[in-house]
Nanobody, 126 residues
Framework: QVELVESGGGLVQAGDSLRLSCEGF????????IAWFRQAPGKEREGVSC????????YYRDSVKGRFTISRDNAKNSVDLQMNSLKPEDTGRYYC???????????????????WGRGTQVAVSS
């Protein structure tokens, strides 16, 4: 069955880097747009980045532009999120999901993403 599994989270200091990975099972991750979301304690889940399957376009929310990079690793069947210059406000649980990049920032995003991973925790201390 289709499954997304995130890994790579951890506890780091401000300014450090982490690389998150979203590995796909029972499907070719190359064939689908994959997004990363995050949810901080007490806050709404928000779209962070997305990679389109149609043309490889990449999307980033403003607060992570220039620091985060989304990419595919075909050998691993994964979509990775390289996070540099991490800030305390990047703290949260990070989830990957299968769905259209056009709804990355939609208020009803949950209606458009068919599969979700269980998430990986990122904590950035100041």
């Amino acid at each position: 069955q289709v499954e997304l599994v995130e890994s790579g989270g951890g506890l780091v200091q401000a300014g450090d880097s982490l690389r998150l990975s979203c590995e796909g099972f029972a499907f070719r991750i190359n064939d689908f747009s994959i997004a990363w979301f995050r949810q901080a304690p007490g806050k709404e889940r928000e779209g962070v980045s997305c990679m389109s399957s149609s043309d490889g376009s990449r999307y980033y929310r403003d607060s992570v532009k220039g620091r985060f990079t989304i990419s595919r690793d075909n050998a691993k069947n994964s979509v990775d999120l390289q996070m540099n210059s991490l800030k305390p406000e990047d703290t949260g649980r990070y989830y990957c999901a299968m769905g259209p990049c056009s709804h990355l920032y939609s208020g009803d995003y949950y209606l458009h993403y068919d599969y979700w991973g269980r998430g990986t925790q990122v904590a950035v201390s100041s």
